[in-house]
């Protein structure tokens, strides 16, 4: 089998939902961290209104599910960027 390759219309719809992630990003930047701390409590909770839809059958965008789990993922990452935590010495 040959590897399948993407239509001109597949990459430019990657390419625009890569400038998407990078206006959502440079957004997630631009906050502050107890901004950053709301926008991660706001995505648990739709993270969890989406989780309990989808097992009632009443989603229609499943892709929501992961948008919501990777919005927290960069949330958390910004915070632990601007905060280090101490970082242990090897003995």
Known sequence: MMPSRKQPAQRRENKMAELKQ??????LRNM??????????????ALYDFRR????????????IRDAR????????LL????????KRKA
């Open 22 to 27: 990078k206006e959502i990003r440079e957004q």
């Open 32 to 45: 502050s961290d107890d901004d950053l701390r709301t926008e991660i409590s706001a995505q648990r909770q």
């Open 53 to 64: 839809k989808h097992a009632l059958k009443q989603v229609e965008n499943t892709a929501a």
């Open 70 to 77: 990777k919005q927290i993922a960069r949330a958390y990452t």
């Open 80 to 87: 632990s960027e601007r905060n280090p935590k101490t970082k």
